[in-house]
T-cell receptor
Framework: QKEVEQDPGPLSVPEGAIVSLNCTYS??????FMWYRQYSRKGPELLMY????GNKEDGRFTAQVDKSSKYISLFIRDSQPSDSATYLC????????????FGSGTRLQVQP | NAGVTQTPKFRILKIGQSMTLQCTQD?????MYWYRQDPGMGLKLIYY???????DKGEVPNGYNVSRSTTEDFPLRLELAAPSQTSVYFC?????????????FGDGTRLSIL
């Protein structure tokens, strides 16, 4: 079983739709939860990070973490064609292991 | 501001050949990382470095070597290329390894071994 599970998609939505992207994880030691966006033929770039449980909002993007369920989500409101990319969740333990643990990514296509 | 620069962008190798993937960053970051990204598998850490002269293995180090002689450069070497090393390789850097510090990625090297 992978430590982090993410639906690979692809997910296709019309412009203006609300998008929900999700990851589940098995290791309760994870403390930081991140979402990276990766455009085709590019490296990942950090969108948002959240520490422990709770919500965080940044413009059209909202990240939610539910540590009791080991479940994290990224919501995109009023989705735009420019949001078309692969979205990777990533997690960090804050102590011990230095690396990020990534999900496999969900490919999102926003149709104009 | 260039950020993290990787060269080459593409490369085809024959089995048994060797090559070095170059990575340089201009952000004065102490921490640098090498990942590989296989389809449907996410990014897996190969090696990382916490500063010049200090390197350590990640999750999938076999078949690779690294060195870190300067803060800016972190090359990854493949000694005897194998088909299983066909992948996209990403270099990243960060100020610290804390979870609240973003890792800055290069645009990758796409490597095929035939």
């Amino acid at each position: 079983q992978k430590e982090v599970e993410q639906d690979p998609g692809p997910l296709s939505v019309p412009e203006g739709a609300i998008v929900s992207l999700n990851c589940t994880y098995s290791n309760s030691a994870f403390q930081y939860f991140m979402w990276y966006r990766q455009y085709s033929r590019k490296g990942p770039e950090l969108l948002m990070y959240t520490y422990s449980s709770g919500n965080k909002e940044d413009g059209r993007f909202t990240a939610q973490v539910d540590k009791s369920s080991k479940y994290i989500s990224l919501f995109i409101r009023d989705s735009q064609p420019s949001d078309s990319a692969t979205y990777l969740c990533a997690m960090h333990m804050d102590t011990g292991r230095r690396a990020l643990t990534f999900g496999s990514g969900t490919r999102l296509q926003v149709q104009p | 501001n260039a950020g993290v620069t990787q060269t080459p962008k593409f490369r085809i190798l024959k089995i048994g050949q060797s090559m070095t993937l170059q990575c340089t960053q201009d952000m004065n970051h102490n921490y640098m990382y090498w990942y590989r990204q296989d389809p449907g598998m996410g990014l897996k850490l190969i090696y990382y470095s916490v500063g010049a002269g200090i390197t350590d293995k990640g999750e999938v180090p076999n078949g690779y070597n690294v060195s870190r002689s300067t803060t800016e450069d972190f090359p990854l070497r493949l000694e005897l290329a194998a088909p299983s090393q066909t992948s996209v390789y990403f270099c990243a850097s960060s100020t610290t390894d804390g979870g609240n510090q973003p890792q800055h990625f290069g645009d990758g090297t796409r490597l095929s071994i035939l």
